[in-house]
């Protein structure tokens, strides 16, 4: 997909993130406690004042694009509850998501849901 950079999906995020996701972020020097908050006995980014923890309205940038969570890679494509696998109507470039892509970013999303499902109870846990 073409991406605009325009921060859409990067406003009031409720973007889920993996163990490996945390892991990754948290190696790289990003405290897991300012970007990580709890919703639903599930980890997701946090925001300030609106805006996901890593990113810079000024600049429209994410401060952690080359580690951003998976989620953040495969999105547009979002799965919703009784709707199954989609492009968020937010995204003003989902319409650059081939059928392949979508196809392929679908499967890895599902993986990734059922993987943050099984490590709820893990991170939980560590807290
Ligand atoms: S909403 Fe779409 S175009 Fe805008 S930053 Fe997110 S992925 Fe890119």
Known sequence: MHCLHCGKCCHRTE?????KDIQRLASAGFRPEDFITVH???PRLRNVN???YFYDPFKRRCKAYKLRPLG???YPVIYVEGEGFTLD????MRHT???KEFK???KTLKKLLA???LERKAFLTLL
């Open 89 to 92: 109507k937010l995204c003003p």
């Open 72 to 74: 953040c890679r495969i």
């Open 104 to 106: 392929l970013k679908a």
């Open 97 to 99: 998501v081939s059928e």
């Open 40 to 42: 639903g006995d599930v």
């Open 15 to 19: 973007m889920e993130l993996s163990l």
């Open 50 to 52: 609106g805006w996901c």
């Open 115 to 117: 993987k943050i499902d």
